[in-house]
């Protein structure tokens, strides 16, 4: 059974940084894009930053310059660097792989929380 867990949330003050990682168990065949989607409370789940198979990027732009993704495929991980965290980033975060088994599905994390505040 396949399971992305991930780990790295907490409260941090204005400005401050975290990082979180996600990491996928189980038995695969390969991960190709895996990304990470926030949810603050009364908001839809939105795209924050994806990682292709071959490292290619793209963020939202309300995080560009800030936040930083990256993966490890040896470690089947992937990473997101939160610097500059600003209240407006609080929210669940849920890191998101699509995995090859059989065929290619889509895997959730369980979320982890960031909060910003002071």
Not at 26 to 32: A, D, E, K, L, Q
Not at 54 to 64: E, L, M, N
Not at 86 to 113: F, H, M
Request: glycine content about 12%; charged content about 15%; hydrophobic content about 35%.
């Amino acid at each position: 059974q396949v399971q992305l867990v991930e780990s790295g949330g907490g409260l941090v003050q204005p400005g401050g940084s975290l990082r979180l990682s996600c990491a996928a168990s189980g038995t695969f065949f390969s991960i190709n894009a895996m990304g990470w989607y926030r949810q603050a409370p009364g908001k839809q789940r939105e795209l924050v930053a994806h990682i292709a198979s071959g490292g290619s990027t793209k963020y939202a732009d309300s995080v560009k310059g800030r936040f930083t993704i990256s993966r490890d495929n040896a470690k089947n991980t992937v990473y997101l660097q939160m610097n500059s965290l600003k209240p407006e980033d609080t929210a669940v975060y849920y890191c998101n792989a699509l995995i090859v088994v059989v065929t290619t599905r889509s895997y959730w994390g369980q979320g982890t929380q960031v909060t910003v505040s002071s």
